[in-house]
């Protein structure tokens, strides 16, 4: 059984800052991926930023320059620092991550249940 819990959601004015918190616990034999993604009600689910396991990063076009994605390979974690929020920051904050159970022999993709992230103006 793998979960993945995330932290750090909450109301926020714009221009201030929030970091988001994710980890993974289970029966994990290794994590391939972790990732940050977003979704507002009647709009498909988007990237924000990714992490792969070669240390590479992906961020999402309209949060490059202001997000930034880090991870801890022996916590299972991956944090989102998001700085300069804006109104349209406004979703919710789904992790995922592709995660090898111990008694798999596949990566799979999982996700946590989202933290709601608000920013008034």
């Known amino acids: 059984q793998v979960q993945l819990v995330e932290s750090g959601g909450g109301p926020v004015q714009a221009g201030g800052s929030l970091r988001l918190s994710c980890a993974a616990a289970g029966s994990i034999r290794s994590i391939s991926s972790m990732g940050w993604y977003r979704q507002v009600p009647g709009k498909a689910r988007e990237l924000v930023a990714i992490?792969?396991?070669?240390?590479?990063?992906n961020d999402g076009k309209s949060v490059e320059g202001r997000f930034t994605i880090s991870r801890d390979y022996n916590k299972n974690t991956a944090d989102l620092q998001m700085n300069n929020l804006r109104p349209a920051d406004t979703a919710i904050y789904y992790c995922s991550a592709a995660i090898r159970e111990v008694s798999g022999t596949s990566y799979k993709d999982y996700w946590g249940r989202g933290t709601q992230v608000t920013v008034s103006s």
């Open positions: 992490s792969h396991h070669s240390g590479r990063t």
